[in-house]
């Protein structure tokens, strides 16, 4: 199966700050990483596709970038509504563990 | 408008099968491409993927839950079904169900509100 390795796992930024948090696949995805922000009691919202593809209605502070094992995601300038939980997932061919998540950063203020 | 909401029950005992359906509505799961996924959050920790259900009725699962894991569809009634057998207390989580959309992209891009399944006798 393929392996998400998020990091850092955690981190801690103030509103205005640039943020990156990392996403390395055990193997080569091409292109195959989503991104997703998550808050305390909802479910995931997506915010990249396909690796560095804007979801619809999705603040431009948000981008991704990267292909086959290494993956970011950069939020240029944090806002107090982006203190959130962020995930990527990848999606791949294989029979088993078509889809995995990577184990989460939790960005919290400073 | 796209919308997606788990049902099932909130308690379920050890050993019990528990049964989810995902009622969806502004798309058919008929469509060539889209999908259905389920995805399971334990209380505190991270997301983690189940099964997932193709329109032409292909099944995929979580290699770690494969032989306790059943996804189904009933494309009349605009429904996935899951079951997972013997639950356990560690089986305590809130469950999504989220869309795959028809196209080359993989993405869960609508998301059920989630529903929390408590495992405890």
């Known amino acids: 199966a393929i392996q998400l390795t998020q990091s850092p796992s955690s981190l801690s930024a103030s509103v205005g700050d640039r943020v990156t948090i990392t996403c390395r696949a055990s193997q080569g995805i091409s292109s195959a990483l989503a991104w997703y922000q998550q808050k305390p009691g909802k479910a995931p919202k997506l915010l990249i596709y396909?690796?560095?593809s804007l979801e619809s209605g999705v603040p431009s502070r948000f981008s991704g970038s990267g292909s086959g094992t290494d993956f970011t995601l950069t939020i240029s300038s944090l806002q107090p509504e982006d203190f959130a939980t962020y995930y990527c997932?990848?999606?791949?061919?294989?029979?088993?563990?078509?889809?995995?998540f990577g184990g989460g950063t939790k960005v919290e203020i400073k | 408008q796209v919308t997606l909401r788990e049902s099932g029950p909130a308690l379920v005992k050890p050993t019990q099968t528990l049964t989810l359906t995902c009622t969806f509505s502004?798309?058919?799961?008929?469509?060539?491409?889209?999908?259905v996924s389920w995805i399971r959050q334990p209380p505190g920790k991270a997301l983690e993927w189940l099964a997932l259900i193709d329109w032409d009725d292909d099944k995929y699962y979580s290699t770690s839950l494969k032989t306790r894991l059943t996804i189904s569809k009933d494309t009349s009634k605009n429904q996935v079904v899951l079951t997972m057998t013997n639950m356990d207390p560690v089986d305590t989580a809130t469950y999504y169900c989220a869309r795959i959309p028809s196209g080359d992209y993989a993405m869960l891009d609508y998301w059920g509100q989630g529903t929390l399944v408590t495992v405890s006798s």
């Open positions: 997932q990848q999606f791949n061919s294989y029979p088993l563990d078509r889809l995995t």
């Open positions: 502004g798309f058919s799961l008929s469509t060539s491409g889209m999908c």
């Open positions: 396909d690796a560095s």
